[in-house]
């Protein structure tokens, strides 16, 4: 969903007001070709009035205004069954939602000391952040969160997969703090999830700081055959 224009462009503090004009737009569709073997399989399936079950990843992105205060609580979504959530990464920002001169790309610490995720009663992490302290220096462990996404969600070694992001650059410009949710309950999967978020802050959160939270869900279709065309089933 596209923003306004001061969302989307960052200027110094001389220049000019910037406009974005979009002039073309393309979507490139890619077609697969079956071979003969493949296409004799589908339309077998297709006759025989059977049911392809079809897995994908949902993102979803929220954002919320932060009060403030020391201790925020947000509910962020009412996930119901088949949908999984597995990860759900939190940011905050301060004071750059509508400003072309401070840059949206950027995020704040805004002093968090502790953080975690409630999924109906479960909560991640289960033992605490505590002791986050940015100006101490002191968020090894949510870094490491966050430099391990990369390698969990792709799934691909370390050594390739490296986020490219130091500590300094992690604290000064990208803090977020990363939720692997994927461990769960059979109890858990089979119902309807509420998904809350809990924070504590050093001070006061400061005035116009939004947070924003996204979530990655493990999701399924099903294409249903009638014998003479496929209907898409959520």
Avoid at 147 to 168: D, G, H, M
């Amino acid at each position: 969903m596209r923003k306004g224009d001061n969302d989307a462009i960052f200027r110094a503090a001389a220049a000019d007001a910037g406009k974005v004009v979009l002039s073309k737009l393309s979507w490139y569709m890619p077609h697969v070709l079956l071979n003969d073997q493949a296409k004799l399989a589908l339309y077998k399936t297709t006759e025989s009035k059977s049911s392809l079950p079809v897995g994908y990843r949902m993102i979803q992105c929220n954002s919320i205004s932060v009060p403030q205060t020391r201790n925020f609580t947000w509910r962020l979504s009412v996930k119901s069954a088949p949908e999984k959530p597995h990860w759900i990464i939190v940011a905050f920002q301060t004071d750059k939602s509508g400003n072309q001169e401070h840059s949206p790309s950027i995020f704040d610490h805004c002093n968090l000391t502790n953080i975690f995720v409630m999924l109906n009663s479960k909560r991640y992490p289960e033992i605490d952040y505590d002791g986050i302290n940015f100006t101490q220096q002191k968020f090894s462990r949510v870094y490491g969160d966050a430099a391990a996404f990369r390698t969990k969600f792709y799934n691909v070694e370390e050594l390739i997969s490296s986020p490219n992001i130091t500590p300094a650059d992690y604290k000064e410009l990208f803090p977020m703090f990363v939720f692997e949710v994927t461990k769960q309950s059979e109890k858990l999967k089979n119902s309807v999830t509420d998904i809350q978020k809990k924070a504590q802050f050093s001070a006061n959160v400061a005035a116009n700081t939004e947070a924003f939270a996204v979530v990655i869900s493990d999701k399924s279709l099903i294409f249903q055959s009638d014998g003479q065309k496929m209907r898409v089933e959520y």
